[in-house]
């Protein structure tokens, strides 16, 4: 089959086009025939070797977390899924990623496309849509009226954030450069604070949930925009010692476990037409596809998801 390798950590051009092995499944996986990809920070945080404690993996390494295609081939034990299924998954991070035409995936890990998605937007949803969603579903409890801020809303996280905390009937404000209020608004943002013109700790105030993407300066001021025993939930830094006391908050932090039931329940807002995928752009199944779509993701600035046509 073919598929992107780095045979070593370092920048863009470690990205390899090559024929390799077809990857082989256990008796719980499925062999995923992929249709297409998406790229996420971890991709390219891992190229670069900044996860190399965490991840251990030995090379060559295939990238990529997020797929969308067919069941080509199931393990014995599998009784959920059957050859010719569409589905998408957030496999689990291993050396055998997305990055190819075909992958291994743990049944648990899968979910059903509706008929209507196309495998592009199968692809943009997995990583992304399952962060925003046990962040703001499973950690904050979001519900019905209440006030939730998101920060970074046309990113990949946030487009899916903004979208989730309005089909629970919550106020949402976000913040994104003033190109992409139009785009988040469509999505049900009632503010989008233009963060080059605004400061949104100033005029933001009594909010019960922040979902911090970008940590720093931005997870600071964000304390003084919740109200008491409001929670802000990060995917970038855990709590600091002391910090829920000063603030008087709860701070919720997280690193995703994915999970193919939680992911079923994203494929059943798409179907009620309470989520949609924002692609930014998709590339081509290249060495040079995938090196552009990583310059990009590297900017911070991307609109939504960079896809991965593979089939």
């Known amino acids: 089959m073919k598929a992107i390798v780095i045979d070593q950590y370092g920048g863009i051009e470690e990205l390899k086009e090559r024929e390799v092995g077809r990857p082989a499944i256990n008796d719980d996986q499925v062999l995923l025939e992929v249709h297409a990809t998406s790229i996420n920070p971890i991709d390219w945080k891992l190229r670069e070797g900044y996860l190399k404690e965490m ?3 030995e090379f060559p390494i295939i990238l990529g977390w997020d797929a969308a295609g067919v069941v080509a081939e ?3 034990n599998v009784t959920g899924f059957k050859v010719g299924d569409r589905v998408f998954t957030r496999p689990l991070t291993t050396r055998q990623g997305t990055y190819a035409e075909y992958v291994p995936v743990e049944e648990h890990l899968l979910a059903k496309m509706p008929d209507s998605m196309s495998f592009e937007e199968g692809a943009a949803i997995p990583l992304t849509g399952l962060t925003a969603w046990e962040g703001l579903v499973e950690i904050a409890g979001v519900k019905e009226g209440d006030k939730v801020l998101v920060h970074a809303g046309a990113g990949g996280v946030g487009t899916f954030a903004v979208q989730i905390a309005k089909s629970f009937g919550a ?3 976000t913040t994104a450069s003033a190109k992409n209020e139009a785009m988040l608004q469509s999505l049900g943002a009632d503010r989008v604070i233009d963060y080059k013109s605004e ?3 100033e005029v933001l105030s009594g909010f019960d949930i922040v979902l911090d993407t970008i940590g720093g300066e931005v997870r600071a001021k964000s ?7 409001g929670k802000l939930v990060s995917i970038i830094e855990p709590p600091s010692e002391g910090e829920e006391e000063k603030y008087d908050v709860e701070i919720g932090y997280f690193f995703l476990e994915p999970n193919g039931a939680k992911l079923q329940k994203l494929a059943d807002l798409y179907e009620s037409g309470q989520l949609k995928a924002i692609i930014g752009e998709t590339f081509e199944f290249t060495e040079k596809g995938l090196k552009n779509a ?3 993701s ?3 600035h991307a609109q939504g998801k960079l896809v991965v046509k593979i089939k």
């Open 199 to 201: 400061d949104f700790s």
């Open 298 to 300: 590297e900017t911070h």
């Open 171 to 173: 106020y949402v404000a």
């Open 223 to 229: 304390f003084g925009v919740l109200k008491k025993k």
């Open 74 to 76: 199931t393990g014995r």
């Open 55 to 57: 991840l251990p993996f």
């Open 294 to 296: 990583h310059k990009i």
